[in-house]
């Protein structure tokens, strides 16, 4: 993608909630990249890009999106740079785009967990105030099975660490992702985490098989069976009845779902567990999820 004399390294990913962010490509690629289920990044080498480099793209950015108060740092995990490497970027921003409102990025628990305390206040003194984690799961049987480099426990240490010096965090969890094994536990154990956290935002997307079921498979570290439509309903419908939260924005509208739910939890458990009921009643049988266009 071109945009005026800015190149971004493609493909390039935002989440929803950053649509109308100016785009920073901080890092190329995720610096993990291990993920079974993700195949984002799979082209890319990663790599962190100079200040020197990321200046003079700052300014023009802040020219191109005059009045734009958020800005979100890709690539993959744009967090996994020291904070040593993040103040000057985050200074910049806040120096070329004059009052920001929100500076972003996708982050690992474990991103979190390699910066001091104080250094995730200076952070987030400086306008990085939300980071955006795909913790995928809460169960730790599968999340070895995906080999996302995480466990229940350094993903609650990472994500209550940057909340307590003041981050939001939005959660991300994959409906599907364990398959016909797995479902329950993982809907459970997900729960579990979720309310261990109390994140700002919550959302669900659904696995999807950009290259297939087969490639899944052979990645997937152990017999993975996919979900029907109203298996990913029912599996959805266990989570949600296993959290127990206070005040945190859930949404299930990524283009990978079949069903767009929008609520608080728990407020709007009820109305969201009847909505999703009423999917169960009405899905057709035995029918599985097509995989959308998107990586
Ligand atoms: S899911 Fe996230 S951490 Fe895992 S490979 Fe993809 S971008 Fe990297």
């Known amino acids: 993608m071109t945009f005026s004399q800015i190149t971004y390294v493609e493909p390039v990913f935002r989440p929803p909630g950053e649509a109308s962010s100016a785009i920073l490509q901080t890092t190329i690629g995720c610096s993990w990249n291990r993920c079974t289920f993700c195949e984002m990044y799979t082209s890319k080498k990663f790599k962190a890009r100079n200040i020197d480099d990321l200046k003079p793209e700052i300014e023009l950015l802040s020219k191109i999106y005059k009045g734009v108060r958020k800005v979100f740092l890709a690539d993959g995990n744009a967090f996994v740079l020291s904070a040593k490497n993040l103040i000057p970027v985050l200074t910049e921003i806040n120096r070329q785009f004059g009052k920001i409102q929100r500076i972003s990025s996708y982050a690992l628990p474990k991103d979190i967990l390699n910066k001091s305390d104080s250094e995730l206040q200076k952070l987030r003194s400086l306008g990085l105030k939300l980071l955006y984690l795909g913790i995928e799961t809460g169960d730790d049987e599968l999340l070895k099975l995906i080999n996302k480099g995480e466990t229940y426990n350094s993903t609650i240490d990472g994500i209550l660490k940057a909340q307590e010096a003041g981050i939001d965090t939005s959660i991300m969890i994959i409906n599907g992702l364990g398959g016909k094994k797995y479902s329950t536990q993982h809907a459970v154990n997900s729960a579990k985490i979720i309310n261990r956290i109390n994140p700002k935002y919550l959302s669900t997307l659904t696995l999807s098989f950009p290259y297939g079921l087969e490639h899944f498979q052979k990645r997937f570290n152990g017999k993975y069976s996919p979900l029907t ?56 049988k035995d029918v599985y999820p097509s995989t959308p266009s998107i990586l």
């Open 229 to 284: 439509i109203t298996e990913h309903f029912k599996e959805l419908k266990t989570f949600i009845t296993h959290t127990e939260l206070n005040s945190v924005i859930y949404r299930s509208d990524h283009i990978s779902n079949n069903l767009v739910l929008k609520g608080i939890l728990s407020k709007d458990k009820k109305k969201l567990i009847d909505v999703i009921n009423m999917a169960i009643d009405i899905a057709p």
